[in-house]
């Protein structure tokens, strides 16, 4: 499972669970990790096509995340396996917008 995060799609994350980045990222490096909920949401917004940064960047258009797609695919990964693609996806994300590269 490979993903991707950027700005818009980590901030389609916080809308859809209702929390801010700081706390998603507590809840994943808590003993207990994230949740299915917030799994899904990773994943949902992950996966999501790049016309998906495009438009909501250009055009105010956000595309809803698609997390029953996401359900299917962590089930067809396992949540383990899913859980560390979205980990190294966000590491990746968060080194990123670090540096502002």
Do not use: H, W
Not at 26 to 39: H, N, P
Request: hydrophobic share 50%; glycine share 10%.
């Amino acid at each position: 499972m490979k993903l991707k995060f950027t700005v818009n799609r980590v901030a389609a994350v916080e809308e859809n669970l209702g929390v801010t980045l700081p706390i998603l990222l507590s809840r994943m490096q808590s003993d207990e990790g994230l949740g299915l909920v917030d799994l899904r949401a990773f994943v949902a917004a992950g996966s999501a096509d790049e016309m998906y940064d495009r438009a909501a960047t250009t055009c105010g258009i956000f595309f809803s995340l698609d997390l029953a797609k996401a359900g299917v695919a962590i089930e067809r990964v396992g949540i383990n396996a899913a859980s560390k693609a979205v980990g190294v996806a966000m590491g990746a994300f968060l080194a990123r917008v670090s540096k502002g590269v």
